[in-house]
C-alpha cells in the first residue's frame, strides 16, 4: 500500500492506479481511528471496485471550537496496517496544512438537509463536512465513494453537495451508504466510543435499546412524541447526561415527523454520556399490512 501525504504524490499515485487498467477506484474517507465500521466500508469497496483508496484526516473545519479536535484519537501507523491487510491500494493522509494551505477561503455549504439535527447541535459542522469531501472527492476522482449510515445526516449532505455541484462520480449510484456496524450489545460502532470508561460503555447500550424500544412503539401506532419522551426518560435513567435530539424524520428530506406518513422514516438520536456525545439512528418500517 502506497502512502500519500502530498497533492502531488497523491496525483501521481492515482493516475498509476488508472494506468493500470480501466478498473474502478472507490474511495473511503475517514477521520481515522479505525475500527470494524470502517473495515466493513473497505470490505465493501474491495468487493464492488477494482483499487481503494482510504483518506484519514481529522478534518479542522467540522469541530466546533469547544470540541474534541485535540483529543480525538490519531493512530497513522496502526490505521495504515489496518488498511494494507484488507487490501487497499493508496491511502492518502495530508497533513491540515496540506489540506489547507495558507489563503484557503472557500467554503461549500449545503443547505436544507444540513440544518437540523446535527446540523443545529453543531454549528458549521456540515459546512466542514462538505467543504472536505468535496476537496476529497477532487483530490482522488473516484469512481464510487462510501459512507456509513451511522452518520445518516452527512449521507444525505454529502449526496446533495454531489449533485447540485455537478461531482458526478461515474458509477451510477457513486455514493453508497453502509449499514451501520454494531458492537454485540447494539451500540453503534464509533471512534468516540473510546472515550467512555467501563461503567458509560455499560450505559451507553441503552442508546440502541431504548431506539428499538421506540420504534416498535411507534409501528404499534403509540404517539409518537409520546414514545421520544420514554425515550428520553429511559436513557436520562441509564445514565445519559443529556439527550441533543430524538427526532423521527422523513427518510429522504430528514424533515421531522410528528407520525408517521406512509413514506420511509428515520429515527435519529444524538446523546451525551459524560463529555461524549454519540449518535444513532435506525429505519422505522411501517409493518406491512
Ligand atoms: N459503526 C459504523 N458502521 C458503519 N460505518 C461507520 C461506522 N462508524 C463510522 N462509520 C463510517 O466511517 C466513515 C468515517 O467515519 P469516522 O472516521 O468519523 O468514524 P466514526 O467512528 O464515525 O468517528 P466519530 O466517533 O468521529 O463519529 C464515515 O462514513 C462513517 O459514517
Ligand atoms: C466524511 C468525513 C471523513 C469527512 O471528514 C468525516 O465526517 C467522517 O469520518 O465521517
Ligand atoms: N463521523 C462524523 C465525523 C464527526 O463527528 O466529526
Avoid at 444540513?114 to 482522488?140: I, M, W, Y
Avoid at 471512534?191 to 458509560?200: G, I, T
Avoid at 454520556?273 to 399490512?289: E, H, S, W, Y
Wanted: aromatic letters at 4%; glycine letters at 8%.
Amino acid at each position: 500500500m502506497q502512502i500519500a501525504t502530498t497533492r502531488d504524490v497523491l496525483r501521481n499515485a492515482v493516475a498509476g492506479l488508472r494506468r493500470q487498467g480501466a478498473g474502478r477506484i472507490a474511495l473511503v474517507p475517514t477521520m481515522g481511528a479505525l475500527h470494524e465500521g470502517h473495515l466493513t466500508l473497505v470490505r465493501r469497496a474491495r468487493a464492488e471496485a477494482d483499487h481503494v483508496v482510504a483518506s484519514i484526516f481529522v478534518n479542522p473545519r467540522q469541530f466546533g471550537p469547544k470540541e474534541d479536535l485535540a483529543a480525538y484519537p490519531r493512530q497513522l501507523a496502526e490505521d495504515a496496517a489496518m488498511l494494507e491487510a484488507e487490501g487497499v491500494a493508496l491511502l492518502w493522509a495530508p497533513t491540515v496544512e496540506e489540506m489547507y494551505p495558507a489563503g484557503f477561503v472557500t467554503n461549500v455549504s449545503v443547505a436544507g438537509v444540513s440544518e437540523g439535527l446535527c446540523g443545529a447541535a453543531r454549528p458549521g459542522h456540515f459546512d466542514g463536512v462538505a467543504t472536505v469531501v468535496c476537496k476529497l472527492f477532487n483530490q482522488v476522482q473516484p469512481d464510487m465513494a462510501f459512507f456509513g449510515e451511522k452518520d445518516f445526516q452527512q449521507l444525505a449532505v454529502i449526496r446533495a453537495m454531489a449533485r447540485d455541484l455537478d461531482l458526478t462520480l461515474p458509477h451510477a449510484d457513486a455514493i453508497i451508504g453502509v449499514p451501520t456496524v454494531r458492537e454485540a450489545d447494539g451500540l453503534a460502532m464509533s471512534s468516540r466510543n473510546r472515550y467512555l470508561s467501563p461503567e458509560q460503555r455499560a450505559a451507553a447500550a441503552a442508546l440502541p435499546r431504548a431506539m428499538r424500544k421506540a420504534i416498535a412503539a411507534i409501528v404499534g401506532g403509540a404517539n409518537a412524541t409520546a414514545a421520544l419522551a420514554e425515550l428520553e426518560a429511559e436513557m436520562t435513567s441509564a445514565g445519559f447526561t443529556s439527550v441533543d435530539y430524538a427526532v423521527l424524520a422523513d427518510a429522504a428530506s430528514l424533515a421531522p415527523l410528528t407520525a408517521l406518513d406512509g413514506a420511509p422514516a428515520r429515527l435519529l438520536v444524538a446523546a451525551r454520556i459524560g463529555g461524549t456525545r454519540l449518535i444513532d439512528n435506525m429505519a422505522v418500517m411501517p409493518a406491512l399490512k
